[in-house]
């Protein structure tokens, strides 16, 4: 029974990843129609906020040690960053160590601009256009993006530690009554699952509580509808074009201590999210986190040995291979609606 | 003639004259001058360019015909050089047997994937072929590169199918029943059409101008030029009316009481072993075969050729096709130090600046650059490169304000080429 526990919490924070990814693309077609096949840039991107970020906070400039001297006899030159002189030492040192925490709050105003600025730059002209065109614009945006990355911050992966206080690792073995140390699980993947949750509940509660959400899930019934009822549609559109973002962003944010973000870390996730989105159903928001979910176990369980002992390979492929089989057998998906991209 | 259109026969001898002239037309840039490093008229880069431009002719088959968007085109290429290069280990160096198995083994693959992806269409498709090739890039990465061969470690399947991450290569022990296992000096033959091998090139020197004629290169060109020839004629056939039938209105296609999946099929198996001879090309060119031909930025690739060319157009692919991988050689090569020579004539401060507006741009963002433009071929130009010949061209004739009028509007009459 451990054994399963394990690779279900294993599971949970890819599947977190997929998910949420899968819930921005998953709303920024609903709403808008389109394919967005530079969503895992915004996730990269995200990601890349958390490591400006930390970068930021640990600028610093040098101070001369009087008491201290180097080998050579001379007064020792320290590096001081300017967050220890604003906040003092203790403060300072506590800002820098929860620098990716305290990415969100940067990324998220930073991907709403982004956001926003690529619906209305780029993404509004192609309403109209087919949904190949639609892939490929994207798809060069997708390209544009991560080589500007590349170009700032170098094509190798950038270690952004989480905060020391979780960098340990969590016994569930113990606590659920099974030998100490069988189920170890690192801190920061409890803590990604439950962001991920907080988020995917609040982006729910948005659509379901409030007057802009109820507008939005009525512009995604009938557009034209609520058009002529005189409400502007296409500025509530925006607005979810950069929350899609955001929650991509966040998702990238978070990911930073689990992998070190590199500027290709987008496309990885951006084609299984993909896969997810379709295996969800296009344009069904629950479907695309339970595939998010669906997927992410299913990938852990099937790397385990004694399942590639048996079938080799099929973690690999055991992704792919769900998706094609639920296309075949369920055209519209696990949750999909009739009548959306059946064209 | 050849049996096509007079504007077809144009198109087709215009093609095999430049492909024929290719070394030359090249090679503008003497050896000496700072531009040589322009030059693209080397065999390597220009079995590129011949042996993608298959790649992506075929791939405009499927596209630019049908509409079907495929992101994994690039699996039939990777089959396309696994196929070969077991030829060349089982049977012998010639590149015929090779490059025939190529095509078969592509088209066997494309039918059993074309089955079951085209029974979607739209981004379900794009993400179907996604799946089959991301899967077959991940079976010939680890499972197919296990050892299947026993405990003795020496025979032909030591490192599987596929050779996983190194890739498939040619040994001394491979069987080759039909060839020689090594040649006489004891190295690794290599491959050959008849005895004359792809490697083998004569350099011809005028003034200061070098040029290079390499078989390599013009066994791909007649190659690539047959499959020019025979998409002409798809284009130009009953099947070819057929598949532009179903991009413009499947609906309708199917209340006239045709079926269209035997054609789109049909589609996608010719597109496909055309992706498969390319990857035979690639493997007989070098003999090597690695799994990162099947990745699915391969598969992107051949799709920004084609759109960048111009999808649906008969020499748009070619053209795209040779645009990125000149790209991708030349502009790659430039560094900074380059930069600074060519700006040399501007003030100190100027130029500095000028170099750093540029340097993004260029030697390892090449990347950069090719998506810049590909967007904006994307949202200005959606007919690609073709489109904008065109454009100028009428430009120049004065009558840019008809032919506008004309090109809004995609869709082309019968028996008009919309290459011309």
Same mark, same amino acid.
């Given at each position: 029974m451990d054994w399963f526990i394990l690779q279900l919490l294993n599971g949970l924070d890819k599947g977190s990843a997929y998910a949420l990814i899968a819930l921005g693309l998953t709303l920024i077609f609903g709403t808008l129609g389109v394919v967005n096949f530079a969503h895992g840039a915004l996730f990269m991107i995200g990601a890349f906020c958390a490591v400006t970020l930390s970068r930021l906070l640990s600028l610093s400039h040098q101070v001369v040690d009087e008491t201290r001297t180097d080998f050579l006899g001379n007064p020792l030159k320290v590096d001081v960053p300017y967050a220890y002189d604003i906040f003092g030492e203790t403060m300072g040192a506590a800002i820098i160590d929860w620098a990716v925490p305290l990415s969100i709050l940067f990324a998220i105003p930073v991907m709403i601009l982004i956001g926003v600025v690529m619906e209305r730059g780029?993404?509004?002209?192609?309403?109209?256009?087919p949904h190949a065109d639609q892939i490929l614009v994207t798809f060069g945006l997708a390209i544009v993006l991560q080589e500007v990355i590349k170009y700032y911050y170098g094509a190798n992966p950038i270690p952004t530690p989480a905060p020391s206080a979780f960098t340990g690792s969590f016994d569930f073995g113990a606590i659920l009554g099974f030998e100490p140390g069988s189920i170890i699980y690192p801190y920061w993947r409890i803590i990604y699952f439950g962001f991920a949750a907080v988020i995917i509940g609040a982006v729910f509660a948005f659509l379901q509580f409030t007057t802009f959400g109820m507008v939005v899930r009525a512009g995604m019934a009938d557009r034209e509808t609520v058009g002529l009822l005189g409400i502007n549609i296409d500025k509530r559109f925006t607005i979810m074009f950069g929350l899609a973002a955001a929650v991509a962003g966040l998702a990238g944010v978070m990911y930073t201590p689990i992998n070190s973000p590199n500027y290709h870390m987008g496309m990885d996730f951006l084609v299984l999210s993909f896969v997810v989105v379709v295996v969800g159903g296009m344009g069904s928001l629950p479907g695309a986190v339970l595939a998010g979910f669906l997927l992410g176990i299913l990938e852990s369980f099937a790397s385990m040995r004694e399942v590639i002992d048996i079938i080799p390979g099929i973690n690999q492929v055991i992704i792919y291979l769900v998706a094609i089989i639920i296309l075949l057998t369920r055209p519209r998906g696990l949750m999909g609606r009739k009548g959306v991209m059946e064209d | 003639m050849f049996g096509l259109q007079k504007q077809d026969a144009k198109l087709l001898l215009i093609v095999i004259g430049l492909t024929m002239l290719a070394p030359f037309i090249l090679n503008p840039f003497p050896e000496s001058s700072g531009w040589a490093q322009f030059n693209a008229g080397y065999p390597d880069l220009m079995q590129r360019f011949v042996i993608f431009g298959i790649f992506a002719i075929g791939f405009n088959i499927l596209f630019g015909l049908t509409g079907y968007l495929s992101f994994g085109h690039a699996a039939f290429l990777g089959i396309g050089s696994y196929a070969a290069m077991w030829m060349f280990k089982l049977? +012998?160096?010639?590149?015929l047997p090779a490059l025939g198995l190529s095509v078969v083994m592509s088209g066997l693959f494309a039918v059993l994937i074309g089955y079951v992806s085209l029974r979607r269409s739209g981004i379900y498709f794009s993400i179907l072929t996604l799946a089959f090739a991301m899967m077959s890039y991940a079976l010939a990465y680890s499972v197919l590169a296990? &050892?299947? &061969? +026993?405990? &003795?470690?020496? +025979?032909?399947l030591q490192k599987g199918l596929t050779g996983g991450e190194t890739g498939l290569q040619l040994t001394l022990s491979d069987p080759r029943i039909l060839g020689q296992q090594a040649t006489d000096d004891g190295n690794l033959p290599v491959p050959s059409f008849f005895g004359l091998e792809m490697r083998s090139a004569t350099e011809l020197s005028v003034g200061d101008w070098v040029f290079t004629f390499s078989v390599g290169y013009y066994f791909s060109a007649v190659v690539m030029l047959i499959a020019f020839y025979l998409s002409i004629r798809i284009f130009r056939s009953p099947f070819g009316m057929m598949l532009r039938a179903i991009k413009s209105n499947q609906q309708r296609l199917n209340y006239t009481g045709l079926n269209p999946k035997p054609y789109t099929l049909a589609a996608f198996v010719i597109s496909g072993m055309y992706a498969g001879l390319a990857g035979g090309l690639m493997a007989s060119m070098d003999p090597l075969a690695g799994p990162e031909r099947m990745f699915w930025t391969a598969s992107g690739e051949v799709v920004l050729m084609t759109i960048l060319g111009g999808a649906g157009t008969l020499i748009g692919p070619v053209l795209g096709a040779g645009a990125i991988k000149y790209m991708e050689n030349i502009l790659s090569k430039i560094n900074s130090d380059i930069l600074h020579t060519w700006f040399a004539f501007l003030p100190d401060g100027l130029e500095d600046f000028v170099v750093a507006i540029i340097y993004p741009f260029i030697g390892k963002g090449w990347h950069l650059t090719l998506g810049l433009i590909f967007m904006a071929v994307v949202i200005f130009l959606p007919g690609g490169i073709v489109e904008g010949g065109r454009r100028i061209g009428s430009m120049f004739k004065g009558r840019a304000k008809k032919t506008d009028a004309a090109s809004g509007g995609k869709t082309v009459a019968p028996g008009q080429d919309p290459a011309e």
């Open positions: 780029l993404i509004k002209h192609f309403y109209k256009r | 049977f +012998g160096m010639n590149v296990t &050892d299947m &061969d +026993g405990p &003795d470690k020496q +025979g032909l």
